[in-house]
């Protein structure tokens, strides 16, 4: 393992908490902020937590949290309420960045995140990025009430900050070419805005043993399991996927699992118990740790990414056919019919068909999965990717763009 270091001290702001990620199963990728060892210390901000404290997540990885107070009243005096938190945590991230000397500060959206961030780093000057890890448009146009932020209830008042922000940070890191054209067309200049791909640990998933939750291995002895990993929510087709199955789990030889929290979840959960068709046939497990995602991926017979960004690639890592719908990014990795099966958005019928299709043609299912498997690594694999988001780094605290 290369364990350069460049002494580089980076402040993380982001809309979680350390319980939340816990209960995702990730709470691990804090310590990959590092870099492998090239980010000498780690600081990350939950502003909008459940309690304030702080909390040691490793060596060198602090992680501060400030509660979320219950604001009540009228909806402006709520909104009044919690943009003075906002200001309120943009001076403990500005005194915090102060005192542990950072290099640069990061907020992983181009909203509330965003504006704690910016507001903390203008004087003194520190080098601010803010990194897009979703289409935010997409996600609002598919669940118009919790997919995408809103000011006072309007999602026009979100967009401005998010142009305003994108207009004023020293880089904008999108996770792939797409959102990086559409930051562009938000706002973001050209000329710093660059892609800060996803990194996998292939080598790393390479030594997990496939292995199904065991109320999962339970049921599925005979059967084929066909599997959902990730957020439990419209904007990544959930409800196509319950669909599908209530189609063609009657073949007898199939099951469906979803592993995963998100606000769909209960919902979910409902109605596939009080469906007899889905009663036993779909299984809901919940969050669970992301070494055993991996093991149920490495385990399923297909991969279910309708909507998705990380676990396309882990699907795709563990060597599975995935299913994907072509938007955003999907095309870079997946291929129709030889590194895995693309489907017109929406398409609920041709996802009946090439699901039949994997199930009936094991031989085709396996080759799949391997040329996604080469694919994906090619593209991926943290050992070459390492070296690009490192660059962006020694870019972002080389260059303070003068506003």
């Not at 996998?200 to 065991?214: E, G, M, N, R, Y």
């Not at 030889?253 to 592993?259: A, G, L, R, T, Y």
């Not at 890592?317 to 958005?345: F, N, Q, S």
Request: proline share 4%.
């Amino acid at each position: 393992m290369d364990t350069t270091c460049s002494n580089m001290i980076g402040l993380f702001i982001l809309n979680s908490d350390l319980d939340a990620l816990k209960a995702k199963g990730v709470a691990g990728m804090i310590g990959e902020r590092t870099e492998r060892g090239y980010l000498s210390r780690v600081i990350t901000l939950h502003p909008m937590a459940k309690e304030t404290r702080v909390v040691d997540a490793g060596p060198e990885l602090p992680v501060h949290e400030l509660a979320l107070p219950a604001f009540e009243g009228a909806r402006v005096r709520r909104w009044l309420g919690f943009i003075a938190h906002v200001f309120w945590a943009a001076i403990y991230a500005r005194r915090l960045a102060l005192r542990e000397s950072a290099s640069f500060v990061r907020a992983q959206d181009p909203y509330f995140s965003g504006l704690i961030g910016f507001l903390a780093t203008r004087w003194p000057r520190v080098p601010f990025c803010i990194s897009i890890h979703a289409d935010y448009d997409q996600r609002h146009a598919l669940d118009g009430k919790q997919g995408a932020p809103k000011i006072l209830g309007s999602r026009n008042l979100a967009k401005r900050l998010e142009r305003f922000l994108l207009r004023r940070a020293d880089l904008v890191m999108p996770i792939r070419e797409s959102l990086r054209i559409q930051a562009i067309g938000h706002g973001a200049s050209s000329e710093r805005t660059v892609v800060f791909p996803h990194a996998v640990d292939f080598q790393s998933i390479d030594k997990v043993d496939p292995a199904l939750p065991h109320e999962v291995k339970v049921r599925a002895v005979g059967r084929k399991v066909l599997l959902f990993t990730g957020r439990l929510s419209r904007e990544n087709y959930v409800w196509d996927v319950v669909e599908v199955a209530r189609r063609i789990v009657g073949r007898g030889d199939c099951i469906f699992v979803f592993i995963g929290l998100g606000p769909e979840l209960d919902a979910v959960r409902s109605a596939c118990s009080a469906d007899e068709a889905l009663r036993g046939t779909v299984i809901v497990c919940g969050p669970l740790e992301r070494r055993a995602v991996h093991a149920a991926q490495k385990a399923a017979y297909a991969g279910l990414v309708l909507m998705g960004g990380f676990t396309l690639i882990e699907f795709c890592a563990a060597r599975r056919p995935c299913v994907a719908y072509d938007v955003e990014w999907h095309r870079d990795l997946i291929e129709d019919g030889k590194t895995g099966m693309l489907l017109r958005e929406g398409d609920r019928e041709g996802l009946y068909k090439v699901l039949s299709r994997l199930l009936d043609e094991p031989d085709f299912a396996g080759q799949l999965g391997q040329a996604a498997y080469t694919r994906a690594r090619a593209q991926h694999d943290v050992e070459s990717v390492m070296t690009i988001r490192r660059n962006i780094y020694q870019r972002l605290t080389a260059e303070r763009t003068l506003l």
